[in-house]
């Protein structure tokens, strides 16, 4: 056997070097062009919405109950007909600046720009009759309590609705979700008590997705419109690391101890296209509804923005520790695997 030469070895070290050069490159590649692992889905922002059809409340931590976050739509105005008030309808977008301030029981109404005195009601104090009112389009009404006469005068005055009643979540209260027949999309249980509801239009949760609303703003900008505030979509939740309109594929997602299910689009309505600060209305066809109509609407006339959240009753709701807030990572645990391939095809990138 003849010995080994330096000739013999150049070769294979040559060899083993550019390999090392090769890999060197391709990891270099991989963290500096975009191809970094992609950050965890987090909780960008969080609200809730005391008063129906009223101001936000912003959050860093909220506590989930099955009916919505504690405290969510609690309250909603009823007309002389016992007919819930919305800002669907023009003469009512004052109550998009009704705002309200939580301190345990002890609810501070404030109206924006205005000298009267604040409203305070504390819940557990509070003389209150029983009514049965209208809430959303449910065929029955349902038992709630009305917060006297004064209440009813202080809203007259801040929102110019006649004769209206403040109204509230109560004891006797008692309403679930329903399938939506314009979504279609089936109820995560078939059992309705599992399925608690406060005064909210659909769900007791809505998520919405910051990447969502920037696409939207984009879509917007090359039609020569003005952006929109995710205020136009009333959420619960805000999400980001998220690719835009991905919510849509969602199954199942777990924030913190809570456990959600992802049941359905939101359906959007004209209370969109009504500006939060000058509360100016661009009518049915104004945006963002012209611009989602492009790309969101679904065949039964639906222009989706968000996803209904019905959470799981096995999560520990109302628990210290079941709380979601800012920053928490979002989790899916499962993909509606035909909504996921709508949103491939529609939306991947």
Partial sequence: MSPTTSSDLALPIAAAAASIIVASA??????????????????????L????????????TATPTLSGFEHDR????????????????????????VFVQVDGSTFTFTKKNSSLEPLVIDTEAANTT?????????????????????????????????????????????????????????????????????????????????????????RLQERDRPPVDMRRFRPNIVVTNVEPFEED???????????FHVWQRCGR?????????????????????????????RSGGMRNFGMHLIPDPKSRLSMADCAVSCNDTVQVLEYNEERRNEWKTLHAS
């Fill in 74 to 97: 609690r309250f909603q105005l009823v007309d002389v007909n016992g007919k819930y008030c919305t800002t669907r309808n023009p003469d009512m977008v004052a109550l998009f600046h």
């Fill in 249 to 259: 594929s969602w199954k199942t997602i777990q924030i913190n101890e809570t456990i």
């Fill in 26 to 47: 391709y990891l270099w590649n991989q963290s500096s062009s975009g191809c970094k692992k992609k950050e965890p889905a987090k909780v960008q922002e969080l609200f």
């Fill in 130 to 218: 029983t009514v049965l009112v209208d809430v959303m389009e449910t065929k029955e009404k349902k038992r709630c309590l009305d917060y006297g006469d004064a209440a009813a005068a202080w809203f007259e005055k801040t929102t110019n609705i006649p004769n209206c009643r403040l109204v509230g979540v109560g004891p006797e209260f008692d309403r679930h979700s329903a399938v939506n027949p314009d979504q279609n999309e089936p109820l995560p249980y078939n059992d309705a008590s599992q399925m608690a509801m406060s005064l909210a239009d659909e769900a007791p949760y809505l998520l919405c997705n910051q990447s969502s609303l920037d696409e939207l703003n984009r």
């Fill in 269 to 297: 309505c004209n209370m969109t296209t009504i500006d939060r600060d000058t509360l100016e209305r661009k009518g049915s066809k104004g945006e963002p509804l012209s611009t989602l109509s492009t790309f969101r609407e």
């Fill in 49 to 60: 919405y005391p008063l129906k059809s009223g101001a936000e409340i912003a959050l860093q």
